[in-house]
């Protein structure tokens, strides 16, 4: 059959009759539908877009912009390019703020997340002893930071209770908060017991996702209940340590108030975190540009802590997986 | 459509009233609100001896004698009470009245000048707190802090009589001979106690001496290690050396400290007037004396001393003139300042109230002191020293040199803006 001979069948008279103008299926009322279907969503949408932009997205630019400031709080602010900036690498002080950040960070972090793997593995499964223990664990982060802190240095003191108790046996006392590197352990080993607990949570919950005819094919096997966690289980729970070790990394990397309650800081400023800088010591002095400028950049090495850990864990996973 | 469209206008309008409440302020503290009532709010600065239940008591009899004034408390938590001002600035709700925030030339412009209120000049210190001509702050009293608390059982055990206590080589001698009685000679704590207590210290010996020193170092006509700073690090250092001061004091909050001079563990305590209120609450004011620090110059050197209950009046303020009254009442009223002079240990001419021996002791330091050393208004340091300072002489109880930490605060100086 030749094309002119298609293009005059009579097939062409059944073809559905086009549509009237204003019936639902012209292009104009599809268009119209779809433009309403737009509008509709755009509304819903709008009160969380404005909500975002303006607690999230106004104070970063404006922040970013009062980096760039000299202001002081109150006064007109003067526009001064990056100099807040470069005085970040200038103050002996911010260094060694960063130095401590991240290492409270770091320690702090691995702590929690190799704790609470680890008392989440003991208590996986379901029963009133280990529930009972998983609360336990979870007890001190519902209380307030500032009060743990209150409360350690009341324990960790010169006169505290610890060292009011070794004192009695001709020992100490220990320098748990007046000693620089000790001051820091404790500080680290206060946070990562304050904060574990949350990190068992995630990982009970992740765990009981793991499928148990994988471990009892496991089992079967012979392998070990170590094989297995190594293997199977921690390899399973991935995605949940990644979502923990970010959570961990960029809540301890604004840590300040255990920093306040516990050491204040001291001795010597050898636990200041740079949030503790920023409030304690810029905001104070009002030097609010320069504290902003400090604020960004913990925002961008936050960022970039989370997106690179975020990065490595995609890596070992594909590399597992391959 | 049109219920769609009504929907949609609600959401608008919801969000428009959402952020146009989350950006207005309260009106609590217009003055004239509803029936007349004015609510003024005041930063407070809360310590041991000014605690909450104090202001509140103090603020009971201003309210019973002014109806129709409230006079709400605000507190600073963990943050100074000049970061909480900023922090009730930056939100666009100021308070009515600050107190323990000293206006610097940067911030003057928050407060309101006193400069033509005709009670404001008869008020402690007005003109030492002067910003270019201008009265940004009052105050209640004084208080001195380069004072030495003694216990008095301590110095008879190691037969040191405390008013031969005037050198540092003296001073030391004595340290020596209540260290070999089985005494901590001298008694520090962590906080902002380690700083404070070197200013207490160094303040008398070098401001008495250069009393233009703060503005020759802003001016950069001198340093702290090419000055007599320096000879106050060094003493520190060797002090700890030689065990008159211990790291672990550091491991001490402030009233943990006291405590512990209280308690009898340690020998000597340099401390402020508002000493004075912690040992009479704990029965122990006969028992400890007290006489001004030690000096190699001039004795006895002047005190390092402040305005006690410093007071501002906030330029945002919508009740300026009812914050104005209450401060008049604070620093005015007799009755008032007595209350708050007992409370605090502080002291002002002309004022006095049932003081225990200690604080009559302090009384005749202030007494026979040669001058009181102010560092505000052209003296004031640069923003932040006084927390740079302690950190630095907390590291030489951790081991730094003196000519590091003096090498240290220099350069920290130099840096600010």
Redesign the interface.
Known sequence: MGLAALKVSPARTDDPPAPAPGHPGTAAAVRRRRWRGGA?SL?ML??AV??YT?MTIVPVVVALYLSLT?W????DATFIGTENYL?LF????ISRAWLVTFVVAAFGSVGMLGLGLAYALQLKERSRTNSFFRALAYYPHVISA?ILGFLW?AI?????AI?TTLERFGVG?V??????TLAVITLVGVIVWAGFGFNVVLFVAALQTVPHELIEAAQIDGASRRQINRRIVIPMISPVVTVAMVLNLVGLIKVY?IV??LT???????TETIAYVI???S??????GFATAQAVALMVVSAVLSVLVAALRNRQDQAAAN | MNT?RR??TA??L??AVL?AS?CGGGDDDVAGGEGGDTTLRMIVNITPNLTEQFWNELFDKYEAENPGITVELELTG???A??KL??D??AGDPPDIAQHVIPNP??A??FVDLSDEDWAPDTPLYDDYAIDGGHYVVGVGEQIQSLVFYNKAAFEEAGVDATQLQTIAQFEDAMRKLQAAGYQPLQSA??WVTGAQFTMLADAGVLTEEPDWVIERKNGETSFADSGYLRYFELYESWLKEGFLT???????YP?GQ??FLAGDSAMYIMGSYFVPAADEAGLSDQIGVFPVPADGTYPPGQFGNMAQPYTVVEASDAKEEAIDLVEWLVTDDEAIEIQLAADGNLRKGFSYDVSSLGEGVQAVLDASPMVIVKQGERQPV??YA??LN??V??L??G?SAGDVAA?LD??WD?Q?
Do not use: C, K, M, Y
């Not at chain 1, 905001?283 to 609010?288: E, L």
């Not at chain 2, 790291?247 to 909050?253: F, P």
């Open positions: 509709l509304g709008a009160p404005l909500v303006v000299d002081n709080g109150f006064s005085r200038e103050d002996p002080g500032l240095s960790l003191g010169t006169n505290g060292n006392p320098g748990f908060l007046f000693d620089e108030d306040v309650s204040d800081g001291g001795p010597a400023g050898s409030l304690s010591r905001f104070a002095s009002t030097d609010v | 769609r929907f949609l959401g608008v919801a969000g952020t989350a963990t943050i100074e000049e970061a900023q922090q600035l930056a940067e911030t412009e928050l962590g906080q790291q672990s004091a550091l491991g001490l909050e943990d405590a512990a923003h932040g927390e740079e950190t630095q907390q590291s109880f951790t730094s240290n350069s920290w840096s803006r």
